[in-house]
């Protein structure tokens, strides 16, 4: 079952402004990734910040995370309309080995 | 070096026949996983392998889904009497080892599979 909520469900900007999504969780993590998918086909890796960190860079990416409210944010900065792709955050839960994926956001940069 | 591939990458079939799924891991990686991915959802676990240990199936939604590992490199899912809710898009993933918390996985194309 699909235990990542995230919002918004999608997102329409302007290339050059910044993108923020978020991801909500409900159980206990050992980290915390975000994946980027085109065309609703295979999924790249994009950023993982493990569960006793609180913020990450990565180029344009910055991930943040507080386990205390279960959640975390990616935000895009200077977007691209190379960046309009699905992304989903997915959560390395505690004792298990497998991803638990959220929902996703739609990111539609416009030219 | 050359990624996760799938195959095929689209299968259509009718309701009532089986289906094989194959998955190509990286090579080297001991972990291999299946997902699938309904329309405009995001992706559910069906299955974990690693090494040779035995699988975690926890993720298969019935007894009509079932998959191996041979030689702990390629899988084969397979999905008998097939229905219409099993249509979605079957993504499989394989990372150096799923023993550790911070490896990241490799995900293929995927199968897009369509049951009518």
């Known amino acids: 079952s699909q235990q990542g909520e995230e919002d918004p469900q999608a997102l329409s900007i302007q290339e050059g402004e910044n993108a923020t999504m978020n991801c909500s969780y409900k159980?206990?993590?050992?980290?915390l990734q975000w994946y980027r998918q085109n065309s609703g086909r295979g999924l790249v890796h994009l950023i993982l910040?493990?569960?006793?960190?609180r913020e990450k860079h990565s180029g344009r990416l910055r991930v943040t995370l507080d386990t205390s409210k279960k959640s975390s944010s990616l935000l895009i900065t200077a977007s691209r309309a190379a960046d309009t792709a699905s992304y989903f955050c997915?959560?390395?839960?505690?004792?298990?080995?497998?991803?638990?994926f959220g929902s996703g956001t739609r990111l539609q940069v416009q030219p | 070096g050359a990624g996760v591939s799938q195959s095929p990458s689209n299968k259509v079939t009718e309701k009532g026949k089986d289906v094989e799924l194959r998955c190509d891991p990286i090579?080297?990686?001991?972990?291999l996983y299946w997902y699938r991915q309904s329309l405009g959802q995001g992706l559910e676990f069906l299955i974990y392998?690693?090494?040779?240990?035995?699988?975690?199936k926890s993720g298969l939604p019935s007894d009509r889904f079932s998959a191996e590992r041979t030689g702990g490199s390629v899988s084969t899912l397979t999905i008998q009497r097939t229905q219409q809710e099993d249509s979605a898009v079957y993504l499989c993933?394989?990372?150096?080892?799923?023993?550790?918390?911070?490896?990241?996985?490799?995900f293929g194309p995927g199968t897009r599979l369509t049951v009518l």
């Open positions: 090579s080297g990686h001991t972990a």
């Open positions: 910040i493990r569960s006793n960190e």
């Open positions: 159980t206990s993590i050992n980290n």
């Open positions: 392998f690693q090494g040779n240990s035995a699988p975690d």
């Open positions: 997915a959560t390395r839960d505690t004792g298990r080995r497998a991803l638990t």
């Open positions: 993933a394989s990372s150096l080892t799923g023993q550790s918390s911070y490896n990241e996985q490799f």
